[in-house]
């Protein structure tokens, strides 16, 4: 229950850390082993969706709805990109018999050297 109000009490996509410290400003007793497992049950369920960016780094934000997202790697900001603003030439026809089931669009950014 505390890790849906977390999630939904925001009306944003935090991170699993920015959960951790959700949860335990409220439950200082709140295991990391369990609470990284009970979003996947939100996920399984189709109320929330989980965007990985890295290795050791995952959202989970609330609009299921399909649109792509920026990363900006030095501020950890996940942004929304709508797909009507992106085109992609020369994706392959899908074979006979099957549907598109998803197209996941990630752009990474990151200050210049």
Do not use: W
Not at 58 to 80: I, K, N, W
């Amino acid at each position: 229950m505390e890790i849906a109000c977390a999630l939904f009490f925001r009306q944003e996509g935090p991170g699993v850390d920015q959960v951790m410290t959700i949860l335990n400003e409220r439950h200082s007793e709140t295991s990391t082993a369990t609470d990284c497992y009970k979003p996947s049950l939100f996920v399984a369920a189709g109320l929330i969706r989980e965007v990985i960016v890295g290795p050791n780094r995952a959202f989970h934000e609330l609009g299921t709805e399909p649109h792509f997202h920026l990363y900006d790697v030095q501020s950890r900001r996940l942004t929304d990109i709508s797909p009507v603003n992106v085109g992609i030439p020369g994706l392959p026809e899908i074979p006979e018999g099957m549907v598109k089931d998803a197209l996941s669009v990630m752009v990474v950014v990151r200050p210049a050297d």
